[in-house]
């Protein structure tokens, strides 16, 4: 009976959490009466740490409380994540979602064990599909912890640390049950490909099939610049930390409840305070200013709520200049501080300059005021 009512806490708690990414994830805590949690205090009583540790051991004993756990993640990452870095908190977590993954592979092999052979492909599929559809939550979770909002590029990496071939061999097991892992489970496919260029040589298998097609397709998408362009802008857009230069605070340590504001203008960027913004609206070399009239162009016709190829559509149907897309992801790439993999990626096939030079500049500063005024 106490499994049960912990177990139904934790979906209530989880579900009070999840809440907070409708509608307007940016904010960190509750401003309004009757939204919880509207401070640290309330949903860390004893620390992060102790917090994570606490429900990592009670995931351990079999109480579901994987929907806590992600939701605290997405919506309060820069105070959950690291607390889950904890050595003893991240090897129980990594234990637990190895022991799960190996548990579907098997489940799989005794489901086709006792299927007449030849077993199809397609039958194979199937049967793997069946048993990740009864641990979704799990799923869920790992793809929030190493890829949810707010997350670094090198959150995977130091998660899995000490554990790279171990999770790798797990999740390699699943995937390669399944036809096409790289559409179905493109999230956990990723993290095996990454995890598969961190090993050593002497200990990588043969590239697997998914990491072709993962590669193969993620050229093709950045290979054209306004898909490129959708990914890095809704990267920004989705950031939950002050834009102002060399601020970055983060909007879980705004002193009173609710979000930053945005500019008004555009719409996209936000910061912690009008000085911050004032300091962005000239900061070189890419000064709000211009950067704010390219949003307002780009999102005259286009918006983020559109998938990458609506929008790689939209911006060819209205001509968005190249040296605009350009200007737009050096903006974001230099924002990121080179942390972005992808803008290492992307310079590689040459689209920084090569591509985008061929087409001449076709926009002109405005001579605006400086903007002052904030979006709540």
Not at 73 to 93: G, I, Q, T
Not at 128 to 137: G, I, V
Not at 324 to 331: A, G, N
Request: hydrophobic fraction near 40%.
């Amino acid at each position: 009976m106490l499994d049960v009512a912990q177990k139904e806490a934790s979906m209530i708690l989880g579900l009070a959490l999840s809440d907070q990414l409708e509608g307007r994830p940016e904010k960190g805590f509750g401003s309004r009466r009757g939204r919880w949690p509207t401070s640290p205090e309330q949903l860390f009583p004893r620390g992060p740490e102790q917090t994570m540790r606490a429900l990592t051991r009670l995931l351990e004993s079999g109480i579901g409380v994987e929907v806590l756990i992600t939701s605290i993640v997405a919506v309060h990452r820069p105070l959950a994540f690291p607390a889950l870095l904890v050595a003893d908190n991240r090897a129980r977590l990594i234990a637990l979602i190895i022991a799960r993954l190996n548990a579907v592979s098997a489940s799989v092999c005794a489901d086709i064990a006792k299927i007449r052979p030849p077993v199809l492909p397609v039958v194979r599929d199937a049967v793997a599909q069946r048993q990740l559809a009864a641990c979704p939550l799990w799923i869920t979770m790992v793809e929030a912890l190493l890829f949810g909002v707010d997350s670094k590029d090198s959150d995977w990496s130091d998660f899995t640390c000490d554990y790279n071939a171990d999770l790798f061999d797990a999740i390699h097991e699943v995937l390669s049950l399944l036809e096409r892992p790289e559409r179905s489970q493109f999230k956990l496919s990723h993290l095996a490909l990454l995890l598969w260029t961190s090993l050593p040589h002497a200990r990588r298998i043969p590239r697997p099939h998914y990491v072709y097609r993962i590669e193969a397709e993620a050229l093709a998408d950045m290979s054209d610049p306004y898909i490129a362009l959708y990914h890095f802008v809704a990267r920004e857009a989705n950031r939950r930390s002050c834009h102002g230069p060399d601020c970055q605070k983060l909007v879980h340590a705004k002193p009173t409840p609710g979000s930053f504001s945005r500019c008004a203008k555009c719409g996209v960027i936000q910061y912690c305070s009008k000085e911050c913004q004032r300091a962005d609206w000239s900061n070189q070399p890419f000064p709000h200013k211009s950067i704010c009239r390219l949003l307002r162009d780009l999102f005259a016709f286009a918006t983020l709520e559109m998938s990458a190829e609506r929008f790689a559509a939209a911006c060819r149907a209205h001509s968005f200049p190249l040296q605009s897309v350009d200007k737009l992801i050096s903006w974001a790439t230099d924002i990121a501080s080179g942390e972005l993999d992808l803008a290492a990626h992307l310079r590689d096939m040459e689209i920084f300059g090569t591509l985008f030079s061929e087409e001449e500049d076709q926009t002109a500063d405005s001579d605006e005021e400086e903007g002052d005024s904030f979006r709540s």
